[in-house]
């Protein structure tokens, strides 16, 4: 049967990441992967993670399995980072959580718990997408539509956009959404647009899905969840997936969170938690446990939480000036552009303007490797890549006035 299978095409993610594998020059450059690196290139390891580890070690604790749905504590913790400890649905019990192998596996997870309940259901992406969360409703058998979201000529939302195709959704449709740090343009809704979002998802009977994956990475810890609590608290059902693998740097530990928030009314929160746990058992039987009790061990010691969020602080501090220097050095490198762009999105990713085959000159003359489309991890580059970057870009765009001239002449 093996002998059989045909080697199929990578997919662009894939792909790119094969080409940046193969290229033997000493000085390549990779934007792709979504880590946080420090000016040597490393991934770090929070100080607070180390002395966690520390602790739960010496505490010689089990390895014997836990449960499909994992680590409660884990869950009580991440739900209360983000939609605060006081938010009704946590008080009232109206959140049934597993605790997954990443929000990765939560979104596959999700897709086939809706498709299963409800197979007319839609699943509605933003456009452009990060290509990986397709995959997962794609493989549960989901119907995938898309939302206008990013309109990369002007290098800003296309909120109007947004909103009409939002109007299309049918009831029983999941919505999409990034809670911030939206992957992969970094371009992320206001307060305003959280509330008018609220208000089609009310008025089409859609349900919001939330992915948050960067909490701390934008705005602040509190600032990044401000529209996921104003949607939480406005709409009657909504899911969640939280990632713990950057916020926390323990991407290969993979911890993460799903939530199904229920309405006010509703009764059947202990059948909704059985078929959450019967559909991750049937996806991966049971949740690594390693970096979930690492989270609740740093979010349940006071010290430690304090040294964490010290350390995310300085973690989005470093985007933040790395962000303002690549538009600086872009600006520099291509007299009369505005780059501001780069400056006002957040987290980790923004796309540059260029074309598919742009990019692969980038790859091809400056061994440069960014994510289709075009997306920068800007978190993971230092000053003097931020300027063969900036230099890479203004060359792209010499070429594109060339060859427009040769072609007139
Ligand atoms: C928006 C978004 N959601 C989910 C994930 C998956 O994260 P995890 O490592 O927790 O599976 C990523 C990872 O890049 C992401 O960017």
């Not at 504590?73 to 209360?80: G, H, L, P, W």
């Not at 009314?265 to 690594?288: C, G, I």
């Not at 300027?387 to 040769?406: D, K, N, Y």
Request: aromatic share 6%.
């Amino acid at each position: 049967m093996l002998s059989k299978l045909i080697d199929q095409p990578n997919d662009s993610i894939e792909a790119m990441f094969v080409r940046l594998a193969n290229d033997t020059h000493a000085d390549k450059i990779d934007l792709g992967i979504g880590v946080f690196k420090d000016d040597s290139g490393n991934v770090p390891v929070m100080q607070a993670v180390r002395r966690a580890e520390g602790r739960l070690f010496e505490r010689n604790l089990s390895k014997t399995y836990r449960s499909p749905l994992g680590n409660l504590d884990y869950c009580r913790r991440v739900e209360a980072l983000v939609l605060g400890e006081d938010h009704a649905a946590l008080s009232d019990g109206r959140i049934v959580s597993a605790q997954t192998p990443g929000a990765g596996a939560a979104l596959r997870a999700a897709a086939e718990l809706v498709h299963g309940l409800s197979p007319d259901s839609a699943v509605w992406v933003s456009t452009p997408v990060w290509g990986h969360q397709i995959e997962f409703f794609e493989q549960a058998g989901m119907e995938i539509r898309s939302y206008r979201y990013y309109d990369s000529q002007r290098a800003s939302l296309d909120a109007a956009g947004m909103l009409e195709d939002l109007r299309s959704m049918r009831a029983g449709d999941l919505l999409l959404l990034h809670g911030c740090c939206h992957n992969p343009t970094g371009e992320d809704l206001t307060l305003d647009l959280w509330r008018a979002v609220g208000e089609i998802v009310v008025e089409t009977g859609a349900i919001p899905f939330v992915d948050v994956a960067y909490q701390g990475f934008g705005r602040g810890i509190e600032a990044d969840v401000t529209g996921v609590r104003l949607l939480a608290s406005s709409v009657p059902e909504m899911l969640l997936t939280v990632s713990s693998s950057k916020s926390f740097g323990v991407y290969r530990d993979r911890a993460g969170l799903l939530s199904i928030l229920l309405p006010p009314e509703a009764r059947n929160a202990e059948a909704v938690r059985r078929k959450l746990r019967d559909t991750v058992r049937q996806l991966y039987f049971m949740a690594p446990e390693q970096g979930a009790a690492i989270v609740h061990e740093i979010l349940s010691t006071p010290e430690l939480k304090a040294l964490w969020r010290a350390e995310l602080d300085a973690v989005r501090a470093r985007i933040v000036e790395l962000r303002a220097a690549l538009r600086s050095t872009i600006e520099r490198a291509n007299p009369g552009l505005d780059a501001g762009f780069i400056e006002r999105q957040q987290g980790m990713f923004s796309c540059l303007p260029i074309s598919a085959d742009e990019q692969l000159l980038m790859e091809n003359e400056f061994h440069i490797y960014m994510l289709p489309p075009a997306r920068v991890n800007v978190a993971a580059m230092n000053r003097e890549q931020s300027r063969t970057l900036a230099e890479a870009f203004a060359w792209i765009r010499a070429q594109r006035g060339a060859s427009r001239s040769e072609a007139v002449a």
